[in-house]
């Protein structure tokens, strides 16, 4: 169902008036304390699982505590987008804020997994109009032609997210409680909240008229999530030929197949159908997916192998992560410079997917005995690749469109990112606790969950055992994951080299 709805007619102040610099960094300390806050929260959790599933238990819905979140996040950005463009941007952004505050409230203070899980849904959905607000604010407070100044800061906030995350997820953990990686986001959010509500003056709405495609947005919720379940329980709680998997299956093709129908009739869908006609965008959304899929799988796993087997604290495993966001962030930065300079980025992609393979390939090799230097090499060589992918790939997803669809188009492929990452999570999660559970019982005294900490009181063998078993898990996780970075190499393949905008040549699509 599509719900169009009158906006009010735009106001005489509506005019857009001349900024001042303090005014404009003033907000934007605001939004990009949200938009920190929402980038934060994905990352935060990977250094305190260990000692959350210990405390907790729930090894086998360790991938969904990330999925929920990232899931939600998905489904939400779209509608946020909408409501903004209905009820004004400065009300919804304030509302998505609230949402994630109570939602990280509520998690922090889950006695169990089911709620923490639940919980990080609810943080999700708040996350959803948290990134699409702020953007779509800044266009409403800057001229185009001074907007990429500004846009430049919030790009920035990403490696600083990517960086901070786990750090910060580690040493709460370690000082504190894990359950603080949740609660620090209150103040910060209130922060945000009497930052934007106090300086915060946006001009009147332009649109008298919006449509949102609510039944596109619940199919696509409804399918996602199934696909979701499907690739986290089978081979895990059920067999991949028992009736819930088969049935989880049959949701997922019925309500994607039904959400393609809506979106070739919907006047504003939630994803353009029409944008997969072009080659280069359908491929460069494929790498996008994989890039998300390996990127938050070596975030989420990576610190299980760091701080069960290398005995690393929560703390020191956010800093061994650097590796990895350092390789990442230098790539990506280069390789921006070399496409601006050149105009080529087709060698770039075939690399990335290259050498991000061979990263997951060199990661799968790990053992009981591989030392702390060897896997920082290995993270860099995945962090270079994935690096060369990030940014190149949204720069093809743009130049694959007319430039009143770039806005839709890069919406696009962050959900897709988004989604490679719910997926890629949740099925190596389970991948990984099927090679953990069998030598859980065996290590853990009556079958109980163990922290990090608590593996120094066992007995040799019995650590051994479990060490092992958690080793062998990463093999098949990143083992796995390198099988299917292949996929991304051959899209890589796929893409041509066409002319960026703003070249001497003409652009096609």
């Not at 006695?111 to 609810?122: K, T």
């Not at 028992?242 to 309500?255: D, E, Q, R």
């Not at 606790?433 to 065996?442: D, I, K, L, T």
């Amino acid at each position: 169902m599509t719900t169009t709805t009158a906006g009010p007619a735009p106001a005489a102040a509506a005019v857009d008036l001349p900024r001042s610099k303090r005014e404009i960094y003033t907000v934007m300390s605001g939004l990009l304390l949200a938009m920190l806050l929402a980038m934060l929260d994905n990352l935060v959790v990977g250094t305190a699982m260990p000692t959350i599933i210990g405390e907790l238990g729930g090894l086998e819905h360790l991938s969904w505590v990330v999925t929920a979140y990232a899931l939600a996040t998905a489904v939400s950005t779209p509608v946020w987008a909408k409501l903004g463009d209905l009820y004004g941007r400065k009300g919804v952004f304030m509302a998505s804020i609230v949402v994630f505050l109570v939602g990280s409230a509520l998690t922090g203070l889950s006695q169990n997994m089911g709620e923490l899980i639940g919980f990080r849904g609810a943080q999700g959905l708040g996350a959803g109009g948290l990134m699409v607000g702020a953007m779509a604010i800044i266009a409403d407070l800057v001229p185009l032609r001074e907007r990429g100044r500004y846009q430049g800061m919030m790009a920035a906030v990403m490696p600083l997210a990517f960086i901070g995350g786990p750090l910060l997820g580690g040493f709460l953990t370690d000082n504190f409680s894990w359950r603080w990686a949740f609660y620090i986001n209150l103040p910060l959010g209130v922060l945000a909240l009497v930052v934007v509500g106090l300086t915060m003056h946006l001009p009147g709405r332009r649109a008298e008229r919006v449509s949102i495609d609510w039944r596109g947005a619940g199919l696509l919720a409804a399918g996602l999530a199934a696909l979701t379940l499907l690739c986290s329980w089978g081979g895990s709680q059920y067999p991949w030929t028992s009736a819930p998997i088969i049935m989880l299956g049959v949701v997922t093709v019925a309500a994607l197949a039904a959400f393609v129908a809506v979106e070739r009739r919907v006047t504003e869908p939630v994803l353009s159908l029409a944008l997969f006609r072009s080659r280069n965008f359908t491929a460069a959304t494929a790498l996008t997916f994989l890039t998300g899929f390996a990127m938050f799988g070596a975030v989420t796993f990576l610190p299980q192998f760091q701080q069960n087997v290398q005995g690393a604290s929560a703390t020191s495993s956010g800093l061994q992560l650097l590796p990895l966001m350092g390789g990442m962030l230098v790539t990506s930065l280069l390789g921006g410079q070399l496409v601006t300079r050149t105009g080529r980025y087709r060698g770039l992609l075939i690399a990335g997917s290259m050498i991000m393979t061979a990263g997951l390939a060199l990661l799968a090799t790990m053992s009981v005995t591989t030392g702390q230097l060897t896997t920082s090499v290995y993270m860099v060589v995945l962090g270079v690749g994935m690096g060369l992918l990030m940014q190149t790939t949204m720069l093809v997803v743009q130049n694959s469109v007319a430039q009143r669809d770039v806005g839709v188009a890069s919406g696009a492929a962050t959900l897709f990112r988004t989604i490679g990452g719910s997926i890629g999570v949740s099925l190596l999660g389970t991948l990984f606790a099927q090679q953990v559970q069998s030598a859980r019982a065996g290590a853990a005294p009556s079958g109980r969950q163990l922290t990090p900490s608590m593996l120094e009181a066992l007995p040799a063998p019995l650590r051994e055992a479990y060490q092992s078993a958690i080793t062998s898990g990463i093999h098949q996780v990143f083992l796995w994951a390198a099988v299917i970075a292949v996929v991304a190499l051959i899209a890589a393949w796929g893409i041509r080299e066409v002319p960026l905008r703003g070249s001497s040549s003409r652009v096609t699509t």
